[in-house]
Each structure stands twice: as structure tokens, then as C-alpha cells.
């Protein structure tokens, strides 16, 4: 009499296989796209939760007090292109995991040095004083690839325009982080995004 062969024990060990290679594959994605914290306010989710209301009132007067552009120059100071969406961390987070084709697509030539210029326009005959921004450059892709551009200084008498030092950027997706100081302590911030197609011709 011929013995019925038995296939359960294949079967067991295929499924336990299937499932080291599906863990591994996650744990590999996980380490190749990690979560990230959002750097928008530079302080603690905890943190953030417990000071909304102050923060949007403070963002609010700013909204209302100044129109603004943001202007990215080449090594000449000619503007490449000029982007007027820029917008508070709290308006923008639907948009920060997706393409939005509000925001400027522009290319720069490799190791080409750039600069921003802010232009804060004001609205009102009282409008915030004492304003200082500092601005950093943050990666949707990388953990910890938070850059500090530094200070940027106001040009000209009326200091509507607030302009960086110059710096090179690297090919990929960018969002762009401006932090406001005004009034002394109150704190206004806008983010936008940059896409960045460099072409070598060296």
C-alpha cells in the first residue's frame, strides 16, 4: 500500500518564509524612508499642541499686516523665478506629502550659487517692527538634513526686502522654512516648496 504523502509541512515552512522576507522588506523601507519630525516650528509636537492658539494669533497679525513674495536669485542678483504662495506651516501641511503644482518647478545650473530675497510688503501704517528672519532649507526624503541658511539682512531704507547669503542647493525636492521675528517675541512662519533640477554643463 503506497503511503499518501503529507505537503503540510512544506506548506508551514513556505509561509514562515514568506514572512521573514515580507518583514525584512518592511524594516528595509523603513530604514530607507524614516519618519521624520515636521521641523515647521522648530520645537517639540508637545510643545507646538500647547501653544497653537498663541502661535496662530500671532501668525494672523503677521498675514494681516504684510503681502509677500519670495524672490530666488542667481550669482548676478537676476531673479530666476518669484514665488507668491508662500504659506503658514499650519495652511500648508495638506500639501506636504504630495505635488502641488501651485509651487515653482526651476532649474539651476550645477554648483551655481543662489540667494533668497523676501519681500515683505506692509499693509497697514502700523504695521510689526523689529522684525528679524532667519531662514533653513529641509528635506521632504532625509531625516536630520535640516540646513541653517543664517540671518537674512534687510536691504534698502524702507527694509522691505530681506536677503540671504549666497548658497547651493542639490537636486531634489526642498521645502523652504522663513521664521519671523517680530514685535520683539512674537513669531510668524512661512514654508514653501522648491524643486530642483540641476543640468551640469561643465
Same mark, same amino acid.
Given at each position: ?54 502661535? /496662530? &494669533?500671532? =501668525?494672523?497679525?503677521?498675514?494681516? %499686516? ?6 530666488? !536669485? *542667481? $550669482? ?43 519681500? /515683505? &510688503?506692509? =499693509?497697514?501704517?502700523?504695521?510689526? %517692527? ?6 533653513? !532649507? *529641509? $528635506? ?63
Amino acid at each position: 500500500m503506497q503511503t499518501q504523502k503529507n505537503y503540510w509541512p512544506l506548506a508551514i515552512i513556505g509561509v514562515i518564509i514568506f514572512g521573514v522576507i515580507m518583514v525584512s522588506i518592511s524594516i528595509t523601507i523603513a530604514l530607507k524612508n524614516p519618519i521624520q519630525d515636521d521641523n515647521a516650528y522648530f520645537t517639540k509636537k508637545r510643545i507646538v499642541d500647547e501653544n497653537i492658539n498663541q502661535l /496662530l &494669533i500671532d =501668525q494672523d497679525i503677521f498675514d494681516a %499686516s504684510f503681502n509677500r513674495y519670495l524672490d530666488i !536669485l *542667481d $550669482s548676478s542678483d537676476a531673479t530666476l523665478v518669484r514665488d507668491t504662495n508662500l504659506l503658514s506651516p499650519y495652511q500648508s501641511k495638506p500639501h506636504r506629502d504630495k505635488f502641488n503644482p501651485k509651487f515653482p518647478t526651476q532649474a539651476f545650473i550645477d554648483k551655481q550659487n543662489i540667494r533668497l530675497a523676501l519681500n /515683505l &510688503i506692509p =499693509q497697514k501704517a502700523e504695521s510689526p %517692527s523689529e522684525i528679524h528672519i532667519k531662514a533653513y !532649507l *529641509d $528635506s521632504y526624503h532625509q531625516a536630520n538634513a535640516l540646513q541653517d541658511l543664517g540671518e537674512l539682512i534687510a536691504d534698502g531704507v524702507e527694509n522691505t526686502r530681506y536677503l540671504s547669503s549666497a548658497f547651493k542647493i542639490p537636486k531634489g525636492r526642498w521645502k523652504l522654512i522663513f521664521e519671523i521675528t517680530y514685535d520683539t517675541d512674537h513669531k510668524a512662519y512661512l514654508e514653501t516648496e522648491l524643486f530642483v533640477d540641476m543640468v551640469d554643463i561643465s
